[in-house]
């Protein structure tokens, strides 16, 4: 079968190569998908460049891809939840990763149904996203009535956030280009603000929590933002002690990050807020209270490009360098 492989970390190359590998075999606890379609990410692109190996250190050669969807040909012996011709779909275990090919053999846990109503290239850009905000939120401890800043809300990590956020009951308040507002008012954005016209730490404060999605000189910018008390949950800043010890990594991982994420924990201080980092896990639970949610409100979620799965490097590219109003999908579909 073809698959998508990393055979080395490099800074400046984040291309993979199409190769011919053995189609996988399945353990007890796993289902062998066939891939129909793969959600394109950051978080590929960080990991062929190897600023992850510190979280999860990938023997190479790597199939690449996080995100996956597919239908069940095969299950194993002790899967209870879900059964051949099922289309499933997931963010793949850390440690098992592998949607950029032909087949794939994962734990059974790790996948969910998905929605009906959605196409395959639509579902491929629900997992990995819905469960980062799904953690995030846990994370946040947040509870309904009380409000959200999502930053760069016109992405596809907002387009998913949004809903979600205010279906737990959030009021949402979010920024991104101008051209987006009505898109992304009618997601149930309570306020948007456009980032050329508007300084949001200007006209925004006290509010509970933020979901930091562009990392940089933001991060501060949206602490500014906070109540006393409240919380910041970035996906682009820098991890800390606290998120190397909730990921249960060696002590030395610990005491690495800790000093590594000790600039922003001192900056949380400073406004008296808390300060932590996420890197999204697989929960199949997670993701099928999601895809209910999405049964009932028909999210449709924003798609940019659809790339077929041959030109996964130009995908690679896009997402890396390329303005987006979306996600950007690969079809293995022939």
Known sequence: MKAAQHTTYNKKNITLNITEIAKPSITDKEVLVKVTAAGVNPLDNM????????????????????????????TGSQVKNLKVGDRVFGRLPLDHIGAFAEYLAVDSQALAKVPDYLSDEEAAAVPLTALTIMQALELMG?????????????????????????AKGLKVITNGAGDSAERVLNLGADRFIDYKTEDYTKTVSQVDY?????????????????????????????PNGDFAKRMNLPKWKQMILGL?????????????IHYNFIFVESNGAQLQEVADLFSKLEIKPSIDTVYPFEEVNSALDKVANGRSRGKTVLSFKK
């Open 260 to 272: 590594a994420g000790r600039k922003f924990d001192k900056m949380a201080d400073e406004y008296g």
């Open 47 to 74: 990991i062929s460049r190897g600023e992850v190996k510190m979280i999860v250190p990938y023997k190479l050669p790597q199939t690449a891809g996080n995100e996956v969807v597919g239908i069940i040909e095969e």
């Open 142 to 166: 947040a509870q309904a009535g009380k409000t959200i800043f999502i930053s760069g809300g016109t992405g596809g990590v907002g387009g998913m956030a949004i809903p979600i956020a205010k």
């Open 210 to 238: 933020v979901l930091d999605t562009l990392g940089g000189a933001e991060t501060e910018k949206q602490m500014s933002i906070i109540k006393k008390g409240g919380q910041l949950v970035s996906l682009r800043a820098m």
